[in-house]
């Protein structure tokens, strides 16, 4: 079976890590299509699989709260990558886009009857989306999409709020491999720590992409009131949100946080980095279409604080395998740190329990599988 993945980024984010254990894993013969370059096709080749590059033009600059000029204006580059597409997609018997720019693209280009899946892996609320990018998504996906996979059933949910038809519509939870965090003794961690200056410290550490409603800001001003916790931020915008990441630095000049906070930027060693940090925040104020971080988290054996929205709720129960906090309240977000800095029995039994609910829940293996099969289903 012959299976055409499209992605409309080069760049590592969450669902591109999916995608690449998916194209690792698949028993299908798989290439991929890319709207832009980036790390991300560099690791596809590793595997080795092709991927087609096609440059997106003014279509790719269509962002999520686009309106309709927005959208009418980027019509001639959507029309010229469509064009792109088809003749790439012509000997595929499936077409799998795996983000909704590709997938809006994606349903124009394939051929009459050729099945089209969409892996859904964003919330489809006014707080991600402006209303003309969602009723012309829902309007696709219930009228050219054989199945709408989503990485949630927050995220389902939200198609469905939205206007998108159930019957169509099953959840396929993202599976993380432990692999990566289990190669690293703790002399291996103790040695990071001490290079970056933790010794002896206390230190929470937030990962992914910098971006408003991810939350970052929340973090910040928490610990400002926690003297004795340390903030170590992993990542680094990836679409155009550089003003936020300013507005990060100076509310730690303003707060007077530089000696505590820390700024790692992009890292490739963040498996590494997870093991070292005491605990791990993921603070998004909207909510999460899943939540990779959180998963990640638990594996590395660290207990996690997630905010009380979206996929973080189906992941991590609260008190149990991890603790879970109102979106924006900082003072919970305070209080959370402050018990697991002063009760490490508590801060351990959440990482054990954390740990062996992602290794049973979240797997790589069971994610390829039932993605396999229904690829082979809507192939017939």
Known sequence: MKVLFVDQTGQLGGGELSLLDTVRGTSHTAEVVLFSDGPFRRLLEEIPV????????????????????SLLSAVPSFVELRNKLAKIAEGFDVIYANSQKAFLVSALAKRRGQPLIWHLRDMLQADHFSGIMRSVAVFTGNHSANLVISNSQATLDSFIASGGKREKSIVIYNGISPAP?????????????SELGWQGKFVVGAFGRLSPWKGQHVLIEAVAALPDVHL?????????????????????????????VHFLGFRRDVPQLMRSVDVIAHTATAPEPFGRVIVEGMLA???????????????????ETGILVTPGHTTELQEAIKRLKTDSGFLNQLAQQGRQSALADFSVEKMICNVDTTITRFSR
């Not at 289990?182 to 103790?190: A, I, K, L, P, R």
């Not at 660290?302 to 609260?318: L, S």
């Open 181 to 193: 965090f289990d190669t690293f003794s703790e002399q291996m961690v103790g040695e990071l720590r």
């Open 301 to 319: 054996s660290r207990p996690v604080i997630a905010t009380r929205a979206g996929g973080a709720v189906e992941i991590i129960r609260d008190g």
């Open 232 to 260: 170590a931020i992993v990542g680094d915008a990836l679409f155009g949100e550089k003003e936020y990441v300013e507005s990060l630095h100076a509310l730690v000049q303003r707060h007077k946080l530089s000696e505590r």
């Open 50 to 69: 092709p991927v087609h590059l096609l440059a997106a033009g003014s279509a790719g600059e269509v962002r999520r709260e686009a309106g309709i000029s």
